[in-house]
């Protein structure tokens, strides 16, 4: 950002128009913001592709099979056998649940009926200890926001004297991840500024200083949901849960990063300008380049998840785009626009004279610097080859998918009643394959069919449209486990392999499956691109090539490290099973994008200062410098994605965990470690092709790491 560009941002007058610019929009976008969890979309077959085999059969069955329809299951269980009164009294209640509101004309059958009806599928376990009611909700297109309500509704109405009982199937299901994600716009909103405010408290030592970077984010939260609620009502933005609860960590952490690097560097002008208005432009031109490179580096990663088959994965992009974008333009804004406006006072008890000396330049990192700088090339070996050795983890990574019992980091109720149905050897009716084919060879598909291993007997067939028709069969095994992809795999060799049936296979497993090869598939396709996308960038920023080829080898080799380290806690510490398929690709998106920031505020001080003083100096001048702001950027970074966490799915869990241990690695050693090493081994030759330190001078004797550097107009503008 030019000074003169950044002085007027922040002069005594538009300081104000700024502020109530910034507050309007804050206000006007709050109440939208609050309506992003109407718009969410969390049901699986709004993510999958329309090349998708399960996506080509519910489009085939749109007319014939409701999509909006949510089979549902009412799980009863007594120990030592459900009575007879038990069974009546499930009848009664059958009735009466079929009474209530979304409940299909097909009303709701229970086992005595079903034994009446002579259902091959029975809902009566063979030691009487299980009975299930089976219904189907249907509440039109906005039916998956309706069902916590009903089934709090059913609960009401199923309850028997020492009889336990469970929803389950997928009402059960839809009505746990509602539970799961409950509170999301505000209970991890508020833990996630807790969070903040705490490392603030601890960064700044002052009790006002963390008030306006927590009120700067606070706007960007606001503004950037208020815009993917739009986005989303208009044009077709898909959000979820997940999106929804990355959006609000990703923009008050990303924020509060900028804001301790602009922060710093406003503090370091306070003591070379009287006038806070002249820092402020100072800090601005120098400290903005490197916010808005590290916030373009971010969106530019975010938008390449636009190429995923996933709708969820690409809905995603755009929406954690938006919130960076928003977030880079409150922070070169509103933020430097109050700290201008309340003044020095605001650091209070440290308050930053002019004149004074700035301590940054001889603190910690100046140490470790001095420590690196005698065997350069001894550090970044050692540090690369321990980065290696975290990277075999990787060999333990299991992304074959979760089953329902293993995604949530709790039991919830349908979890319970699931596990009811498989260990009394109940089959839950309402997983199914549906098999759509050409009529003239539904026959035959079905006899193809009747022979795959863990199938219920199928169904009868019915017309469908065009010459087509559709059956169903009961999958014995749950409904996103590894042994139902396996039965849906089965399936499909054995229609596919009927000549001249056309045969397809859908429903809620086969779902699940192509989900898990569609994340494969985006694995392999987009982790390429943001490599490309964001080298380019720091071609662009850097104008080199060598330097930015070792920073996304620093980079990737700590995500590989981060990764590594992570599947061992996973599996050795925190029991899980194994991970989504899309967690690899969502972690190297985050951690690479992020990760690349604090390389991106490293080098650009690198770069500004080895103008007046040679690459080396100028690294060990950089360190130092930005040293504390960076490891307290990574900390807040680190802190507030852990917060995840705490909405009990493993696959936040894990991505909280993953990106907080990388980022971690990041900061403490990748940053100010190994790329310091590096720079101060081959000093001006990681600016090649560019001859921006020709003499590639090395340290004199009196170039002190600690030492503050001669002013400067074209160096430091001091």
């Known amino acids: 950002m030019h000074r003169q560009i950044a002085g007027t941002l922040t002069g005594p007058v538009t300081k104000w128009i700024v502020l109530v610019i910034a507050l309007a929009a804050a206000v006007g976008m709050s109440a939208l913001n609050a309506k992003l969890i109407d718009v969410q979309e969390n049901e699986a077959s709004s993510w999958l592709p329309e090349s998708a085999e399960s996506t080509k059969v519910l489009e085939e069955l749109s007319e014939t099979v409701d999509p909006n329809d949510i089979p549902t299951l009412v799980v009863y269980h007594r120990d030592g056998g459900l009575t007879d009164d038990d069974l009546a009294l499930m009848d009664e209640q059958a009735a009466e649940i079929a009474e209530t509101d979304g409940v299909t004309d097909r009303g709701v059958l229970s086992p005595n009926a079903a034994e009446q009806a002579g259902s091959p599928q029975p809902l009566l376990s063979e030691d009487g200890e299980v009975g299930y009611l089976y219904l189907v909700w249907n509440f039109g297109d906005d039916g998956w926001n309706a069902v916590p309500e009903a089934a709090d509704e059913v609960r009401d109405i199923a309850e028997i004297d020492g009889v336990t009982v469970h929803l389950a199937g997928y009402g059960g299901q839809a009505a746990d991840a509602s539970e799961a994600f409950e509170g999301i716009d505000s209970n991890l909103i508020l833990i996630t500024f807790g969070v903040v405010i705490v490392i603030l408290l601890f960064t700044y030592r002052s009790p006002v200083l963390w008030l306006l970077p927590i009120i700067s984010a606070g706007v ?44 710093a560097r406003y503090r370091e002008e306070l003591h070379r300008h009287e006038d806070r208005h002249e820092a402020m432009a100072f800090a601005l031109h120098r400290a903005a380049p490197a916010i808005v490179a590290s916030g373009a580096t971010v969106v530019v990663g975010m938008l390449c998840l636009v190429f995923a088959e996933l709708n969820s994965t690409a809905g995603m992009g755009p929406v954690l785009a938006v919130g960076i974008a928003v977030t880079v333009l409150v922070m070169v804004t509103l933020l430097p626009a109050l700290l201008v406006i309340v003044g020095r006072w605001i650091f209070w008890p440290k308050r930053p004279h002019f004149d004074a000396a700035e301590p940054t330049l001889s603190g910690l990192w100046a140490r470790v610097g001095n420590a690196i700088r005698p065997r350069p090339r001894l550090v970044w070996s050692v540090t690369a080859g321990l980065l290696l050795i975290a990277c075999l983890g990787l060999f333990k990574l299991d992304t074959a998918g979760l089953s329902t019992e293993d995604t949530y980091t709790k039991e919830f109720d349908s979890i319970k009643g699931q596990k009811l149905l498989e260990e009394h050897d109940l089959s839950d009716n309402s997983n199914t394959v549906q ?109 080199a090539v060598l330097s930015p080829i070792l920073l996304i080898g620093t980079v990737v080799l700590s995500f590989g490290a981060a990764l590594g380290l992570s599947t061992l806690l996973f599996e050795y510490v925190f029991g899980f099973a194994g991970a989504d398929p899309g967690f690899p690709l969502f972690a190297f998106v985050f951690l690479v994008a992020l990760g690349i920031d604090y390389n991106i505020f490293l080098m650009t001080r690198v770069r500004e200062e080895t103008v007046n003083h040679g690459t080396r100096q100028g690294s060990l001048i950089a360190l130092s410098s930005t040293g504390g702001v960076i490891t307290s950027a990574g900390l807040v970074l680190a802190a507030t994605f852990l917060v995840l966490g705490s909405i009990p799915l493993v696959f936040l869990a894990e991505l909280g965990i993953a990106v907080a241990l990388g980022v971690l690695l990041d900061t403490m050693i990748v940053r100010s470690v190994l790329v310091t090493a590096l720079n101060l081994d081959l000093g001006g030759k990681v600016w090649w092709p560019s001859r921006l330190d020709s003499e590639d001078r090395p340290l004199g004797p009196g170039e002190e790491p600690g030492a503050e550097p001669e002013p400067s107009e074209v160096g430091a503008l001091r």
């Open 220 to 263: 960007a939260y606001m503004i950037s949901g208020g815009v993917v609620y739009l986005l989303a009502k208009y044009a077709d933005l898909t959000v979820n849960g997940q999106s929804q609860a990355i959006l609000g960590i990703l923009v008050i952490a990303a924020g509060t990063d900028y804001a301790l690097l602009l922060v």
């Open 435 to 543: 098999v759509v084919a050409d009529e003239d060879a539904i026959d035959a598909v079905r006899e193809a069919v009747a022979g795959v291993d863990g199938l219920g007997d199928p169904g009868e067939a019915s017309p469908v449209s065009d010459g087509r028709s559709y059956f169903e069969a009961t999958i014995r095994a749950d409904i996103s486990s590894t042994a139902a992809f396996d039965i849906v795999e089965a399936t499909r060799d054995a229609v596919h392999d009927v000549d001249g049936a056309d045969a397809l296979v859908g429903g809620g497993a086969a779902f699940y499956l192509d989900t898990k090869t569609a994340a494969n598939r985006d694995n392999k396709v987009i982790i390429p691109i943001v490599l490309v996308a964001v080298f380019l960038i720091l071609m662009v920023l850097l104008r």
